[in-house]
Nanobody, 122 residues
Framework: QVQLVESGGGLVQAGGSLRLSCAAS????????MGWFRQAPGKEREFVAA????????NYQSSLKDRFTISRDNARNTVYLQMNSLKPEDTAVYFC???????????????WGQGTQVTVSS
């Protein structure tokens, strides 16, 4: 069992940056791939980024890879999402998730956090 708690969301002006964190409980964090997803009002949840359990392989939504960076610290049981040059269309609830593979589909992840709100003002 893995419990996930996101933090770091908030209100930021367009062009600004935020770093989201996702703290995991449980001793098996380092064996899970981790992903970030987001859901804007009225839209489906979409893939943002994912990272292999070892932290050496990443996967990004192609339109975000130039601005977002995923990383993890297995010693701290934490995964991060650095978001730069934020745009109003990045406004969404951001979720972290844990699963066996660093896939891009919701169903590939077994555990989910409660989400953290990111709002980007124009």
């Amino acid at each position: 069992q893995v419990q996930l708690v996101e933090s770091g969301g908030g209100l930021v002006q367009a062009g600004g940056s935020l770093r989201l964190s996702c703290a995991a409980s449980g001793r098996t964090f380092s064996s899970y791939a981790m992903g970030w997803f987001r859901q804007a009002p009225g839209k489906e949840r979409e893939f943002v980024a994912a990272i292999h359990w070892g932290g050496t392989r990443m996967n990004y939504q192609s339109s975000l890879k130039d601005r977002f960076t995923i990383s993890r610290d297995n010693a701290r049981n934490t995964v991060y999402l650095q978001m730069n040059s934020l745009k109003p269309e990045d406004t969404a609830v951001y979720f972290c998730a844990a699963g066996p593979t660093f896939g891009v589909r919701n169903y590939e992840y077994d555990y989910w956090g409660q989400g953290t709100q990111v709002t980007v003002s124009s």
